[in-house]
């Protein structure tokens, strides 16, 4: 095999869809496996460590959240010395394919999952799903999930509009109800936003005894990007591999969003829509104290200087 690190600093960027497709089948190739899974799906296994980290990708998400087009996996792979297998879809499947079920048939077949010392499962929204979903292939494995969805069958999840397009996909076959396919995972971590309605309607699906459910209040509806702009996406999954990731250590890693203005905005944001400028006074100070930069943040204090001294709120006093 070849130097698989260097193998993995090679950037993909710049490459139309079938470059790209076919650059990533070379580099498996020499550091495992490529598998194409029909029209829509492959496997790139890159074969480094005894931990192995199963991400579910798409190409688009992949071209779109690194620079250099790698996907996740790799640079998980080169990072902390772990094995992966990158399940990369062309758009949002939700890998509900029988080329799909028939490779991860294939692994359970030939015992490859039982290779490695620790399994982890990772996925995001659409690829969130398929990572609780198909991590019955490995029992005993880790699941660390971002926004999945629990099925779109829209005989439980017709409150859900946002992908009507896929009701006529089977979520009651192979490798189905993401929620039950947990039960063999030795603990499965999902981080959603409460404020997501939609998201926390789905999440609720997942409770389970060995499922623990991470609140991002303020992050939205794009968890991962943020995790991966405020860098802390990697620290996570680290951590997951560890076997380290508990409430606690959670809440200590996202105190990183305190100096994340996009956060802060959001903050701002729900505090001005509930009225309150007493609090928001207090946020824009705090802001403005820590941060070099934060024009919005010294707009919006000026105004609420201006409403107190025309005698239309209360703020606190200054400092002295």
Not at 4 to 30: C, H, Q
Not at 31 to 36: E, I, K, L, Q
Not at 183 to 199: G, K, M, R, W
Request: aromatic share 10%; net charge negative; with cysteine.
């Amino acid at each position: 095999m070849q130097d698989t690190p260097n193998i993995l600093d090679t950037s993909l960027a710049g490459l139309d869809k079938a470059g790209w497709l076919s650059r990533v089948a070379d580099i498996a190739e020499e550091a495992g496996h490529f598998v194409p899974l029909g029209k829509k799906h492959v496997a790139a296994f890159i074969d480094e460590g005894n931990t192995l980290l199963v991400s579910f990708e798409t190409l688009q998400g992949i071209r779109a959240l690194s620079d250099e087009a790698r996907p996740l996996g790799w640079d998980m792979a080169r990072e902390m010395g772990w094995s992966s297998l990158s399940v990369i879809s062309d758009g949002d499947t939700w890998f509900r394919d029988r080329n799909v079920y028939g490779y991860f048939d294939q692994l359970i077949d030939d015992g490859f999952l039982e290779e490695f010392d620790n399994v982890i499962f990772y996925g995001a929204g659409p690829c969130g799903y398929a990572a609780a979903a198909f991590s019955v292939a490995s029992p005993g494995a880790t699941v660390l999930a971002i926004q999945p969805q629990a099925t779109l069958d829209p005989r439980v999840s017709e409150w859900d509009e946002r992908f009507t397009h896929m009701r006529r996909t089977s979520f009651t076959d192979r490798y189905g109800y993401a929620p039950d396919m947990l039960d063999a995972a030795q603990h499965a971590f999902i981080l959603y936003d409460p404020q997501v309605e939609l998201d926390a309607m789905h999440t609720a699906l997942f409770t389970r005894p060995n499922v623990t459910k991470f609140r991002t209040r303020f992050l939205g509806s794009s968890i991962q990007s943020e995790l991966l702009e405020l860098n802390l996406l990697k620290p996570i999954l680290a951590r997951v591999g560890k076997g380290t990731l508990d409430p606690v250590s959670f809440a200590r890693l996202m105190r990183a969003r305190r100096d994340h203005p996009p956060y802060l905005r959001a903050v701002l944001a729900t505090i001005d829509r509930q009225d309150r400028p007493w609090l928001a006074t207090l946020l824009c100070r705090n802001v403005l104290a820590r941060l070099d930069s934060a024009p919005r943040f010294s707009r919006r204090l000026k105004q609420l200087q201006r409403e107190a001294a025309d005698g239309n709120i209360r703020i606190p006093p200054e400092q002295a």
